[in-house]
């Protein structure tokens, strides 16, 4: 990154399933405790694996079978586009790569990336989700002789991306909220951390409230209406 680009003003942005749901992948649906029929906390938690480990695994292949054929979305280039006048750094909560296929250059994923494995040993080192490995099995080993699990933060796991997403939101000039209703910790809690002086924009097409900051201002639409929205208010 060039100096005169680290002048730019600083724009976080915290993204949510409704980011993704415009390019067909499921969303987590807080009304009825269901993903795409399933009970979260029998597939995307620590106990449902310890319960249950081959259903967790059959899960997250369905989960990658329906992402193979996902595009980013508009949304998501606008996003990537704002890069032109802006640092961007994107806090997601999403498991997909669309953010950096649209082209989005500094992106933190709070809850892992859904085409990375990890050994249940070794949190730290990840493996591409390809070949043999692009569905795993109870028995697929990592090199280091270990279970291999998706990268995925589950429920009633510690968020390690959550230090480095506080970092860049205490720096930030601007802030956006997008595809998430701010009622799932501990990212909702980013927030909290946003510099008083900075703006925050919130794009949802439902009400979203945050007690740390009533000021936001809301477009209540769809991702990609709104950041078309924003983007033309913010490139001005």
């Not at 006048?85 to 250059?105: C, F, K, M, P």
């Not at 099995?137 to 291999?148: F, K, S």
């Not at 936001?216 to 490139?235: C, N, Q, V």
Request: net charge negative; hydrophobic share 40%.
């Amino acid at each position: 990154m060039n100096a005169s680009h680290d002048q730019c003003p600083h724009l976080v942005v915290l993204s949510g399933a409704g980011m993704s749901a415009e390019s067909g992948l499921s969303t987590f649906r807080d009304s009825d405790g269901l993903w795409a029929g399933h009970n979260v906390q029998e597939v995307a938690s620590i106990e449902g694996w310890e319960q249950d480990p081959q259903r967790v695994l059959d899960f997250y292949n369905m989960r990658r079978r329906e992402f193979v054929g996902a595009q980013p979305n508009e949304g998501h280039r606008l996003l990537a586009e704002l890069e032109r006048r802006y640092r961007v750094t994107i806090v997601t909560q999403n498991v997909d790569d669309l953010h950096e296929r649209a082209g989005s250059t500094h992106v933190i994923h709070l809850h892992g990336e859904l085409m990375k494995n990890r050994s249940v040993r070794n949190a730290r080192v990840t493996y591409p989700a390809e070949g043999a490995t692009l569905e795993l099995h109870v028995g697929d080993l990592a090199p280091d002789g270990y279970q291999l699990r998706p990268f995925i933060v589950w429920f009633g796991e510690e968020v390690p991306e959550m230090i480095p997403a506080i970092e860049a939101t205490e720096r930030a000039d601007l802030f956006l909220v997008i595809g998430t209703s701010l009622e799932v910790y501990p990212a909702a809690g980013l927030l909290g951390y946003v510099p008083h002086r900075a703006p925050v924009y919130c794009i949802d097409p439902k009400p979203v409230r945050s007690s740390y900051r009533p000021d936001l201002i809301h477009f209540e639409t769809g991702a990609t209406e709104g950041m078309r929205r924003l983007y033309d208010l913010l490139m001005k």
